[in-house]
Each structure stands twice: as structure tokens, then as C-alpha cells.
Nanobody, 124 residues
């Protein structure tokens, strides 16, 4: 079992920035494809961004529109999601997940291990 721990969520105002962190066991993100998803109340889980172990990045262009950036620090066993120009539609629980290496998938069932989530609330 791969344990993932997200942090960095909180309550911010529209236009602010946040950086989410996802910490995993040693070398986890060097072996797996990593993704961020989010889920707002009453809505399905939505793909946000993914990072393959080779460094290929994939984004939900419609939702994040160049505002979000996924990155990785191998030395810290951590994947980040930098979120800028936040708006009320970004309010959700954000989850980190890892799946088998390969082209990043936008489908939740492609990922085997999930963190507990971190709440992001954007007030307008």
C-alpha cells in the first residue's frame, strides 16, 4: 500500500494562490504516474493535472487554463500543485493519486493509490 499525504489546502480569496503538496514513500513518484484530482460537493471527481515518471505533464486545459502547474521534487518525495488566480469554481477537495507508469490518464480508475484529500475553499 502506498500512503500519500496531501497538505496545503485552506480558505483563500478569489485571485489568491495556493501550493498543494503530496508526500509519498521514498522514490514513489519516480516510479509511478502521479495525478491531482478534485471533487466539489455533488459533482464527480475531476482530473486536474498529471505528471509521468519521465516528466510529461498533462492538464485539464478547460478547467485550469494555464493557472495550475504540477511539479515534483524527488529529493523530498513530494509532488506539488501550484494554483494561481484561484476562483470560486476551484473550490473542492483535492486528491493526489498514483498509478502505473505510462502516459498520464485522466480517468480516476487508472490510479491505484489515493491520499485522503485536502480542502480548498475560494471565497469570492
Amino acid at each position: 500500500q502506498v500512503q500519500l499525504v496531501e497538505s496545503g489546502g485552506g480558505l483563500v480569496q478569489a485571485g489568491d494562490s495556493l501550493r498543494l503538496s503530496c508526500r509519498g514513500p521514498h522514490r514513489t513518484f519516480m516510479w509511478y504516474t502521479t495525478a491531482w484530482f478534485r471533487q466539489a460537493p455533488g459533482k464527480e471527481r475531476e482530473f486536474v493535472a498529471a505528471l509521468s515518471r519521465s516528466g510529461t505533464k498533462t492538464y485539464n486545459v478547460d478547467s485550469v487554463k494555464g493557472r495550475f502547474t504540477i511539479s515534483r521534487d524527488n529529493a523530498k518525495n513530494t509532488v506539488y500543485l501550484q494554483m494561481n488566480s484561484l476562483n470560486s469554481e476551484d473550490t473542492a477537495v483535492y486528491y493526489c493519486a498514483v498509478g502505473q507508469p505510462g502516459s498520464p490518464s485522466k480517468i480516476p480508475t487508472s490510479y491505484e493509490h489515493w491520499g485522503q484529500g485536502t480542502q480548498v475553499t475560494v471565497s469570492s
